[in-house]
């Protein structure tokens, strides 16, 4: 069992802090757009969430601007462009969705449909792949009937993206593989799932098994490095490996898990979630028991010992997925 107390350590009036030296917050690191979007996910589904999640919404809604534009950082007081992106907007509209349908409690489903409704439009001028895939999700996981031709547009852009890269020995979106790279297979067959569309789940598959054999190459997780990427025909980078990673990889594969039944695909979101805990490159912990918090990255000479948001909550929000998972599979044996 888990303890929450890193999370809510990160946690201020204003909602939750970016980054922690060691496992120490830093007031000075700011907020962002995308963590407590992140934070909002985790907490509607905490039995005592409500505060955290009214918290993690307040700030998020604070965070728009008055032309309209999202701001993804709060720093020394002040909303930033500075690391604005798509992505993080994108992430905003899932957890939005997620808050709007999923959620108990009035208060936090009708602000997240607020929210929701008022920036969904803008999601439409999406170029970036990783965005227009978190939105695909936030769609599918609302059930949007009513957008099913927004959805339908945004899904065939994101399978031109495949038909452009695709060549014999590379299945994907790009010509390189970054961060979060599950979203984008997985957006796919979420899609499939509410149009009932072949051809999504024939490419969210394709993806998802040549980034399965990508990651899983050794029989653990072994997460592509940030130093440099993975561009087809180059070498895989080792380092650093992300804590976000091993979420994204464990939610493709239990979304594949959920469509095909195919028992392999819940082994690999099981195993992603094992990298947290040693089945990595290192045989290293990323979880520090004593703090509650997940070390920042795996590095070449061992773990970056900083516990900040983004790894914490990804921790926290596989090991969620997998608890689920797994008491639902003990439900259906019984």
Known sequence: MLTYQHFHKMTDETGILQFSRLDQPDPYSGHTLDDNARALILSIFMEEGQGLASKYLAFMDRCQQEDGSWSNLFIKGRYSSLINSEDSIGRALLALSIGNSRSNWEDIKNWCRD?????????????????IAYTLLALAIGNAVKKVHTMTAMAEYLLKFYKNSKRAGWYWFEDYMTYCNGILPQSMIAVYEITGEKRYLKAGLETLNFLNDTLFRDGYLNIIGNRGWYHRGKAIPVFDQQPVDAASTAFACYQAYTITAKSEYLELARKAHAWYFGANIHGLSLYNENSGGCYDALTPSGVNLNQGAEAVLSLLLTDRLINTATNAAGSAIG
Do not use: D, E, K
């Open 115 to 131: 929210l929701l409704q008022l920036n969904l439009p803008r999601s439409v001028t999406f170029t970036s792949p990783r965005a």
